[in-house]
């Protein structure tokens, strides 16, 4: 028996330990990808070489480029995400594919659009071509972050999961008021997000209106920010069930609202690099916000709790857990190592030569 609970004790230890890789893996991606969708969302606000007063770059490419040695590095830590999803934890990894399939499918879609807008655009000189690839861009990268927060939407407030850990629901059950908040507060944020990066690599009239834009787009995150919050506590009842159990966990909440506080403060005072940590604070803080909502399930049953599924019934064999345990282990310096790299090397401002898109 005392050799069965040490078994027990040391599979719930892997299994706490996976959640969290999943959750840091899913605040990189927030922030990294986060910032390079939010660009593609302002992209049609910025002027295009046909603009009347624009010069033979436009605004356009300097906001493609800007992100262009970046985004699909960025999107490493989603790939990454979904891998581990489905080796530590196959069942929930099962029922969200299935349930999630149209969607999942859509967001795929985008994905591909999004960059093979990305790499068409400057293929051709074209009024008619670039307008329509720069439209492609913009609404493939809202599209993405719009879907990203329906389901967190969905995960938050639960989906019908059956007895055999099954989706019970449809499409437009997961179209529900309170996840198509969550998604256009997604949009919101990562625009805001992406506004402040924006403001890092860009210089001249272009940095005076991303300045305005950096505004606008945390008032709108503020108000969005403020009317979920509320959406969820009136509607999510268990959302504050774990801050119950670990009282700690409130010095999260009150980071997070410290660092949307400097957002506006950095902003003001000309510190694009002091917003854009704080921007990355907030992303961060609120997906541990998501987490801890949801621990210990990956995927809560609604109106049915106990058939969610959790990381103690959905997850792979002690054996598999700690054998990706250790290559985790192996591989994360390796991606912080290329991430960091990359971003030294195309830091500094984005200017247009003829390697640029």
């Known amino acids: 028996m005392r050799r ?15 959640f969290a890789a999943l959750g840091l893996l899913l605040t990189g991606y927030a922030i990294l990808d986060g910032f390079d969708l939010g660009v593609g969302t302002l992209h049609l606000f910025a002027k295009s070489e046909f603009s009347e007063g624009s010069d033979d770059h436009g605004e356009r490419r300097i906001l493609l480029n800007a992100i262009g040695p970046l985004w699909d590095g960025n999107e490493v830590w989603l790939v990454t995400f ?28 985008t994905l591909i659009g999004r960059a ?10 074209e009024r008619w071509w670039r307008a329509y690839w720069d439209f492609s861009f913009s609404a493939a990268s809202t599209l993405v972050t719009l879907i990203a927060g329906v389901a967190v939407g969905n995960a938050i407030k639960g989906i019908p999961i059956d007895a055999e850990g099954e989706y019970a629901g449809t499409l437009l059950t997961l179209l529900n008021p309170y996840a198509l908040a969550v998604g256009a507060f997604a949009v919101v ?10 403001a890092l690599k860009t210089e001249g009239a272009l940095r005076k209106r991303v300045t305005g834009w950096m505004w606008t787009s945390f008032g709108l995150f503020l108000v969005a920010y403020i009317a979920v919050t509320i959406l969820t506590l009136v509607s999510v009842p268990g959302a504050l069930k774990n801050f119950e159990r670990w009282p700690v966990a409130w010095v999260l909440v009150a980071l997070n609202v410290l660092a949307i506080a400097n957002i ?33 399930n990956l995927l809560h049953s609604s109106p049915m709790p106990e058939n969610s599924l959790s990381i103690y019934n959905a997850s ?3 054996t598999t857990l700690r054998l990706m345990r250790t290559v985790a282990f192996i591989g994360a310096p390796l991606i912080l190592t ?8 195309f830091r500094g401002k984005t200017r247009i030569d003829d390697t640029s898109y």
């Open 189 to 198: 944020t990562s625009a805001m997000h992406g506004s402040i990066y924006l």
């Open 82 to 109: 979904g891998g581990a999803l489905f080796a530590a934890f196959p069942r929930a990894y099962a029922t969200a594919l299935s349930g999630f399939y149209m969607p999942f499918m859509l967001l795929l879609v």
């Open 116 to 125: 093979v807008a990305i790499e068409f655009r400057s293929k051709r000189p």
């Open 4 to 18: 069965s609970h040490q078994g027990g004790r040391r599979v719930s230890e892997l299994q706490v330990f996976w």
């Open 316 to 318: 792979s064999s002690e």
């Open 338 to 345: 290329y991430t960091t790299t990359v971003y030294w090397i």
């Open 264 to 296: 506006p403060r950095a902003i003001q005072q000309g510190r694009a690099g002091y917003a854009f940590i704080s921007s990355s604070a907030t992303i961060a803080s609120l997906v541990f916000l998501f987490g801890m909502a949801m621990f210990p």
